[in-house]
């Protein structure tokens, strides 16, 4: 008998163990949405869990139990918590520090685990970016380091999001210049007004007029276009007026036009989207927004899908945030899914609103009918 009850507290022991395993692994992936032989999607936190949730960036979350309180926790991409009550909305995380915006709508930094970086909160401020943030007070801005002291002086009026190739572009008197990290000038140019280093070059504009230089402060596309954005991929869109309106081209980095945008229309409240060009392809403004791909042709967005302006394509898992206009079935506004890159469905139009994956993570919202109300979760992608 004694070895009978010996034998079955042993079975209950091990069963226990197994039923802990299984929890633990539903509690990491969650239930299941999509699976085929790539990748499987599932929750990583149902909706309902928490009112507010940000992607700060691939690895990071912000959650928030109860949005009026405004007290948000940081959380790494697997959902474990890594901070106590922050008294900050999180805006975004680069470069292992977190940029939150507080009550009294000033910014300040947190590090991955809720350490406050430095204990004065600036009028505006950029994420990190090769080391430093450029950050304002008394409107005037400056930049700082990890540790929070200023490294470079409150002495600019502007800066252009911050470094990028060991140059930051900064405002002064009225002109556009670029400074090294030591604060030093990088060259004697000056400009009506500039943007950040990207793949080695930055756009200027000099007689009304853009166009690009080097890091030596050479023009290596002549300054003649009404608009220039930055090189993505090698590929950077301008634009020139004509008497039939604005045409919009793609430059490659010898200042070659590689082809002209088929179309660009930023009208009814658009976001002006024209050839940022990532993993291949670049969101166009249009009647419904398009995806081009580096030879200027639409690959999707006329016909196969709807997208918006924040849809990219992840090349890790082929997928692509899209939506279809609401239905007569009770829930307002539009359904979000994800399609492929040739507009088939890979997770059903069922959401209220979806992001794009960021690292192995995406936000979704689902419409509550009996609360009448959004209710947002985290979904994860993973490798088959």
Known sequence: MCVFKRLLCGLIGFAAILTSVFLSACSRHGRTLYQSDAF???????????????ILSENYLALCKDEQAGVYLIADSTGKILSKPLDACCLSER??????????????????????????????????????????????????DRNGPEVLPMAYDG???????????????????????????????????ASMFS??????????????????????????????????????????????????????????????????????????????????????????????DCEGKTVLGEDSAFLTVFSEYDTRFGVIPTYIPAEADGTPGKKYGYVDIHGAEVLPFRFAYASPVAGQIALVTEYDMASQSVKVGIITFMKT
């Open 199 to 292: 793949e080695g070059l930055a756009a200027v504009k000099e007689n009304g007029k853009w166009g690009y230089v080097n890091t030596s402060g050479e023009t290596v596309i002549e300054c003649k276009f009404d608009a220039a954005h930055i090189f993505r991929e090698g590929l950077a869109a301008v634009c020139t007026s004509s008497d039939e309106g604005e045409i919009w081209q793609s430059l490659s980095t010898d200042g070659a036009v590689q082809f002209t945008v088929p179309y660009v229309d930023a009208s009814d409240g658009r976001t002006e989207m024209v050839g940022e060009f990532k993993n291949g392809y670049a969101l166009i403004s249009s009647p419904l927004y398009c995806l081009i």
């Open 40 to 54: 499987r999607i599932s929750w990583l936190i149902e909706p309902g869990r928490y009112e507010d949730i940000r």
């Open 95 to 144: 470069e292992q520090c977190i940029l939150a915006v507080t009550r009294d709508n000033t910014y300040v930094f947190y590090a991955t685990d809720g350490t406050l970086l430095s204990d004065i909160a600036y009028q505006d401020a950029f994420p990190f970016q090769e080391g430093y943030a450029a950050v304002c007070a008394n409107e005037k801005w400056g930049f700082i």
């Open 159 to 193: 800066v252009a999001d911050g470094f990028s190739g060991g140059l930051a572009a900064v405002k002064q008197d009225g002109e556009w210049m670029y400074i090294r990290k030591d604060g030093t000038t990088a060259f004697a140019c000056r400009f009506e007004a």
